[in-house]
T-cell receptor, first 114, second 113 residues
């Protein structure tokens, strides 16, 4: 596997379910990100982890709970979601501190909350 | 308040012609700008970037121009090909902000054979 992978690619869940999204980066980067893309809206940054510490929480509701157990893995735990949380969830990684800010994205998880 | 705007939702271009995609920003603290391309069912792919100390950066068929006084950047794609058809996003960051990117809404580019 190369680059950034995300599983599952598609997820349908009810409002009372608990599920998790997984992201893995194979690029040796030191920062990882969760973004949300809703229909007809720009990508919205949700969380940033740098060296496994959360450094940004962009006013995201507590029903979204991130976890970064090591520099290669990032999870987004989902609990009691609302239908308006249906969106494409994208994970990205980058190498901070070297003057290069490009983020590399995974293919995303298409989430539908029923 | 949307700090990065792409005012054209779509652009249609004939194969072989130049495609010009535009982006405006409002936050004068932004000092690094990027363009991404996105195909359906894939994540965004990095294309080209520019630092605020430059006004032009070129990579193959892609050139990004930055006009800081107008808070405007553009992406020029010469010799456009049908394979260039995708959604193009511009993004901006302040390098002190842990690489936090602010994205525009995207422009759908269609290149007709």
């Amino acid at each position: 596997e190369t680059g950034v992978t995300q599983t599952p690619r598609h997820l349908v869940m009810g409002m009372t379910n608990k599920k998790s999204l997984k992201c893995e980066q194979h690029l040796g980067h030191n920062a990882m990100y969760w973004y949300k893309q809703s229909a007809k809206k720009p990508l919205e940054l949700m969380f940033v982890y740098s060296l496994e510490e959360r450094v940004e929480n962009n006013s995201v509701p507590s029903r979204f709970s991130p976890e970064c157990p090591n520099s290669s893995h990032l999870f987004l735990h989902l609990h009691t979601l609302q239908p308006e949380d249906s969106a494409l969830y994208l994970c990205a990684s980058s190498q901070l501190g070297q003057g290069i800010d490009e983020q590399y994205f995974g293919p995303g998880t298409r989430l539908t909350v029923t | 308040d949307q700090q990065v705007k792409q005012n054209s939702p779509s652009l249609s271009v004939q194969e072989g012609r130049i495609s010009i995609l535009n982006c405006d920003y409002t936050n004068s603290m932004f000092d690094y700008f990027l363009w991404y391309k996105k195909y359906p069912a894939e994540g965004p792919t990095f294309l080209i970037s520019i630092s605020s100390i430059k006004d032009k950066n070129e990579d193959g068929r892609f050139t990004v121009f930055l006009n800081k006084s107008a808070k405007h950047l553009s992406l020029h794609i010469v010799s456009s090909q049908p394979g260039d058809s995708a959604v193009y996003f511009c993004a901006a960051s302040t390098r002190a902000s842990y690489g936090k990117l602010t994205f525009g809404q995207g422009t759908i580019l269609t290149v007709h054979p």
